[in-house]
């Protein structure tokens, strides 16, 4: 059951994230979703389908990374073996989310990925944040950014069905 909480650099002092993919840190799933500006990058590598939402009130486009639940495979002994790696797998424990009125990055503190111990930091001896919350505000703003437009369209697919 996800955790979620408002990213702090004074709160999460200790809180470390593992970048590693491999199953042991939550990356054994069959799909990820994905947004129209990346299947270009994508195509080439994952199948890419359109999935009725959990809803049941549009589609979602994934990329299948295997053909049954917990299964996937371009995880190998030493992590992912493909090129490339959808945002939305990415950007995981982070995503974007409202703390209050404003929005914010927030961390899955029950991720498997997010220990006290391994991992990259996730906060520094100072008031700048590190590189481990720079890069996943990227992802999950380039996340948020490329399915605002998605979503409002595939909604649109539901007719043909």
């Not at 990374?65 to 424990?93: C, H, T």
């Amino acid at each position: 059951m996800p955790n979620y909480a408002a990213l702090d650099n004074v709160q999460h002092k200790e809180l470390r994230v593992i970048t590693e993919r491999h199953a042991a840190y939550g990356d054994a799933v069959m799909q990820g979703l994905t947004f129209p500006a990346e299947f270009r990058n994508l195509q080439a590598t994952y199948p890419i389908v359109f999935a009725l939402n959990p809803e049941g009130d549009g589609y979602d486009a994934v990329a299948l990374f295997g053909f049954e639940r917990g299964e996937n495979l371009f995880l190998g002994p030493d992590g992912w073996e493909a090129p490339v790696i959808p945002l939305s797998v990415e950007r995981q424990p982070f995503l974007i989310g409202k703390n209050g009125d404003e929005l914010a990055v927030l961390v899955d503190l029950a991720h498997r990925g997010c220990r006290a111990r391994r991992g990259r930091p996730c906060s520094t001896r100072t008031a700048a944040p590190p590189t481990t919350w720079s890069a996943s505000r990227r992802y999950c703003a380039r996340c948020t950014k490329e399915s605002l437009p998605a979503a409002a369209s595939w909604p649109r697919c539901r007719r043909w069905t």
